[in-house]
């Protein structure tokens, strides 16, 4: 499985993105799927995650209420709606498969290459 990760850029404080991650192979609906970000002299932190099917989704609680995970099986695609965007948030993304949605990134299985998000204040 490979993951292409997009969407990033340049916004301004209080503004919105939307990231996209699009998979590669037919076992794509199988996983479960979490986004990570990871900050310049910061440990990889998660985001959120969804399960295979979409029916559950987690928050870190630094974004809850301002982020949405979401996903279509049938374009092989993740995304990740980040709203009310702070500089905070400023940080390379990361898409990543694992069996289950879990918080933490040594479960996820493949990885791809990540977007950077830049939040100017």
């Known amino acids: 499985v490979q993951l292409q990760a997009s969407g990033g850029g340049l916004v301004q404080a209080g503004g919105s993105l939307r990231l996209s991650c699009a998979a590669s192979?037919?076992?794509?609906?199988?996983?479960?799927t979490g986004w990570f970000r990871q900050a310049p002299g910061k440990e990889r932190e998660f985001v959120a995650a969804?399960?295979?099917?979409?029916?559950?989704?987690y928050y870190a609680d630094s974004v809850k209420g301002r982020f949405a995970i979401s996903r279509d099986n049938a374009k092989n695609t993740v995304y990740l709606q980040m709203n009310s965007l702070k500089p905070e948030d400023t940080a390379v993304y990361y898409c990543?498969?694992?069996?289950?949605?879990?918080?933490?990134?040594?479960?996820?299985?493949?990885w791809g290459q990540g977007t950077q998000v830049t939040v100017s204040s």
């Open positions: 990543a498969l694992g069996s289950w949605a879990r918080l933490d990134p040594n479960m996820y299985d493949y």
């Open positions: 969804i399960s295979w099917s979409g029916g559950s989704t």
């Open positions: 192979g037919r076992t794509f609906s199988s996983y479960a």
